[in-house]
DNA sequence: AATATTTATATCGTTTGCGATACAAAATTA
DNA sequence: TAATTTTGTATCGCAAACGATATAAATATT
């Protein structure tokens, strides 16, 4: 048995289990007001700066529109959301806010609280977490890179 | 707009991200041979130790076994596994890798490799990886423990 | 032994995620 | 201007994930 593929020595399976696990203790958060991880992200974007097109929220969650268009369309029937034809450019579509969904803001005030505290540890401390992203980030943008390889 | 809410600031949208980007820089890799990366997951677990339970499988990678049993299935109509009723206990089904599933183990040999070297950069290098894993243990320890709390 | 409870898997329905492809609008080129 | 290419979204199909539920086998209880 090679050293290598033992699942104990796989930097992924760690990313892709803490991941999951993390998006689970959101889920009781989230789901009183109706909502999913992903769709909280796009809150978060939407929160950031409001009206965009599908496009910029997709490249700011590193998803592909694919992924997006069908996210967006649920938030919109759930009247989170509105999807209008762009005035400049007709291709695009823009994504904006309803009240309900700027609402929802203070409703999930406690969330990263909450979540925040339920992943504290011994080696995870306000002190060590600079460092964690530091090295998250590092890790994204370089395979970001790799696939789809940056101008300049 | 409150700083908890930044995207920025979120841990669990970089582990999501460094997650999906990581296993994407698998794709290419393993689907020369067909498989997709849970599917690598579960060949690793068997490749470790062979003719395991669905359940045994399940709880190491931390996954429900509504998610593994379909998989499973999958890859035994590729002829990687087979699935038989466990001797000792009926209820038990019993995963065993054939030929095909062994041979696997060798055309994969350098994915590990390839996939590190496709991570390593500047603050993620040999010396800073045991810090990152135990971080990540740490999380995944903690949260899996705040879901699933053991005994004792 | 008969009944109740627990355990091991499986089924169902919904939401993601993504590759491949389609299509219309805009930008570029001929 | 007409033809071509690029860009922004959407559609389709498939493989996860997971909550809720079902089912059969094993265990515990009465």
Known sequence: MKEQFKLDNQL??????????????????LSE???????????????EKDAQPVNDI????????N????LLKRM?????????????DARQVIVSLT??????????????????????CKSVTPDTVPALFGMLDDIIAKLDNQVNPHET
Chains 1, 2 share one sequence.
């Not at 992924?67 to 069908?70: A, K, N, Y």
């Open 99 to 120: 009240e309900k969904g700027q609402n929802l803001q203070k409703l999930l005030t406690d969330v990263p609280i909450k979540v925040g505290s339920a992943v504290l």
């Open 33 to 47: 007001q109706g909502l999913t991880y992903p769709q909280y992200l796009v809150l978060m974007v939407l929160w």
């Open 12 to 29: 992924c399976f760690r990313l892709y289990t803490a991941s999951r696990l993390l998006t689970q203790a959101y889920h009781p958060l």
């Open 76 to 88: 919109e029937l759930q009247g989170i959301l509105t999807r209008s034809k762009g005035l400049a």
């Open 58 to 65: 997709a490249k700011r969650l590193m998803l592909e529109t």
């Open 67 to 70: 992924t997006v268009t069908p």
